[in-house]
């Protein structure tokens, strides 16, 4: 059943157990009485490798997971109780084993299994088939070369679509927290997202917040070249992406066409940054596991696992922005702007108000 199921669903969704019951107990309410529901076996059958990239990947996996006591069982590279439906972070796996994986992965020439594909695809089927779809769809015939490969720093978060909109990255400079928005929008809409470049290159260094925005403009343009821009940015992604909208209506042209802002304040603010409060502050952070995960997507961007890496990064690109945001002001837009803002879900409902396009003035 779950190899049937690994072929249509998402591997995050496949369930990592199987019970059969004759029939469901019940409450006198007529409700699953979900106390009286046996518990599940502590191992369930590990769905085998199908072909060989799966079968090389699952190696993968037993390299990295072996020291937490997973073993072989037979050739096939099958260890005990995972399987190529298993979710990597359900059966031991964790950020930093992810790290490694990652790393693994590019020593055997399989450039494919980063980390942002790993957290989007956790199973081995999950992964086979991304890795094959990538390998089918590398050079499309109608592909810019753009889109085939795709320019330092922007990162295509679904499928082809008619529609383009390209996110900002917020202060920490990735844009994992867009997936589940390009996710809802696959077929519909085509969203890219835009990492900050200083991850991966630290001499990148603009003078202003107007030398990013040419920046950035300059990098949308190569996967867009004509034709309004639909942007959108979320915290700090907000400012900036009102910073390259701005510098597209100085291009002429069709510009920008929409600009949404998520979560973001209307005033900026001049920040002084503190270096070792900072540093100490993101260390809270990986201690407490709060930001494992993009700590992972950001050592699979840099190329280092390494904590103090990681951490001098993060650092430095606060200290970045709070640069390039000393006083800098918001540009007057003459473009429709949503402006967005995310309510707690324990909060009462609220009645959402009528919006229409805004614009900014200062």
């Known amino acids: 059943m779950r190899s049937r199921l690994a072929g249509h669903l998402p591997g995050w969704m496949v369930p990592q157990r199987v019970i059969r019951l004759a029939a469901l107990p019940l409450q006198p309410s007529g409700k699953i009485d ?205 400012w900036l992406a009102a910073a390259i909208a701005a510098e597209a209506e100085r291009e002429g042209g069709q510009g920008a066409t929409t600009l949404t802002i998520i979560d973001t304040p209307s005033t900026v603010p001049s920040v002084a940054v503190d270096p070792a409060e900072t540093a100490s502050r993101i260390r809270g952070y990986l201690a407490a596991g709060s930001i494992g995960d993009l700590a992972a997507e950001a050592a699979g961007t840099m190329g280092s696992g390494d904590h103090d890496t990681l951490v001098t990064a993060a650092v430095d690109l606060v200290g970045l922005h709070a640069r390039l945001l000393t006083g800098w002001t918001l540009p007057r837009l003459a473009l429709p702007i949503t402006l967005l803002r995310a309510t707690a879900v324990d909060r009462p409902p609220h009645r959402p108000t009528t919006t229409a396009p805004v614009r900014h003035r200062r």
């Open 34 to 238: 979900l106390a009286s529901l046996p518990e599940p076996e502590t191992m369930s059958e590990a769905v085998a490798p199908r072909d060989a990239l799966e079968a090389r990947l699952l190696g993968l996996w037993r390299k990295v997971l072996a020291p937490d006591g997973l073993g072989v069982t037979d050739g096939l590279g099958v260890t005990d109780g995972v399987g190529v439906t298993d979710d990597f972070f359900a059966v031991g796996g964790d950020s930093l084993k992810a790290l490694r994986l990652a790393a693994a992965a590019r020593a055997e020439g399989l450039d494919g299994l980063s980390l942002e594909a790993l957290f989007e695809a956790p199973t081995v089927a999950g992964l086979a088939r991304r890795l094959a779809r990538e390998a089918d769809e590398a050079t499309p015939a109608e592909a810019t070369p753009a889109e085939a490969t795709p320019p330092a720093g922007l990162r295509r978060l679904n499928g082809p679509a008619p529609q383009r909109l390209f996110c900002i990255h917020p202060g920490y400079g990735l844009v994992r927290e867009y997936r589940h928005l390009a996710a809802a929008l696959d077929g519909r809409v085509e969203v890219w997202g835009l990492q900050a470049p200083r991850l991966s290159d630290p001499a990148w260094a603009p003078a202003d917040m107007a030398a990013l925005a040419r920046d950035y403009l300059a990098r949308l343009r190569l996967v867009q070249p004509e034709g309004g821009l639909h942007l959108a940015g979320w915290s700090l992604g907000g």
